[in-house]
């Protein structure tokens, strides 16, 4: 009797072993070989679900967006009470334990970017793209500050941009430079924050 197959299960684990070795090894020493062979299947099963390595690693890089989001979520629906301000620094600060938590992905993120760039490909498209949900969320979340009236009357898209750099800015400063304040970084926030809840002084 065939037995039956969890596929998102199966997806769940290639995804997450996936991970681990990006982490480790970059983005160009991995192969489907090696995932396969740490996932425990054929290269034939991987090649079911993910047809070349750069659709493996996109994957995983979204994956992480939508799990981000889904903490965020539960967060806040377990905490009714969060002003707006509360909620971004939760928000911003689940980011930034990502990254601390995950230096050796953010250095394969790097490396295939820069990879891509010199194939010629639009890698401003691509990282729009991975990032939309958190470039997303914190503009909505700085909208309903500013419908709330807890926000000065601001430009959303700018204020999210600005929060955005912010955490673009470490994640580079993490890779490149190695010693990555992230202290600084979440005082920087809590100034923004700060500045969209006082009037400016000239």
């Known amino acids: 009797m065939k037995r039956s197959v969890n596929h998102a ?7 997450a072993e996936a991970r681990a070795l990006f982490s480790k090894f970059g983005y160009s020493e991995v192969t489907l070989h090696q ?3 740490h996932c425990g299947l054929s290269r034939t099963v991987i090649y079911h679900y ?28 377990s905490h009714p009470e969060l002003t707006v301000t509360a909620k971004l620094l939760q928000f911003t600060g689940q980011v930034l334990d990502i990254m ?5 992905l953010l250095s394969a993120i790097t490396e295939y ?17 991975h990032t939309v949900m958190l470039r997303r969320t914190l503009v ?12 000065q009357n601001v430009s959303c898209n700018m204020v999210g941009d600005v929060l955005f750099q912010l955490l673009e800015a470490i994640a580079l400063e993490a890779v490149v430079m190695q010693t990555a304040n992230y202290e600084r ?12 809840k006082t009037p400016f002084q000239e």
């Open 35 to 37: 995932l396969a062979r």
């Open 140 to 151: 909505d979340l700085v909208r309903e500050g500013v419908d709330s009236g807890e926000f």
């Open 100 to 104: 601390r938590g995950n230096i050796g």
């Open 113 to 129: 970017l820069i990879k891509q760039q010199r194939n010629g490909e639009n890698v401003q498209r691509r990282v729009r793209r």
């Open 9 to 15: 299960q199966r997806n769940r684990l290639i995804l």
């Open 50 to 77: 993910y047809h070349s390595k750069r659709e493996v690693f996109d994957e995983v890089i979204s994956s992480i967006a939508v799990e981000i989001g889904a903490e965020f979520r539960a967060f806040v629906e």
């Open 185 to 196: 970084i979440r005082h920087n926030i809590d100034l923004v924050l700060y500045c969209l």
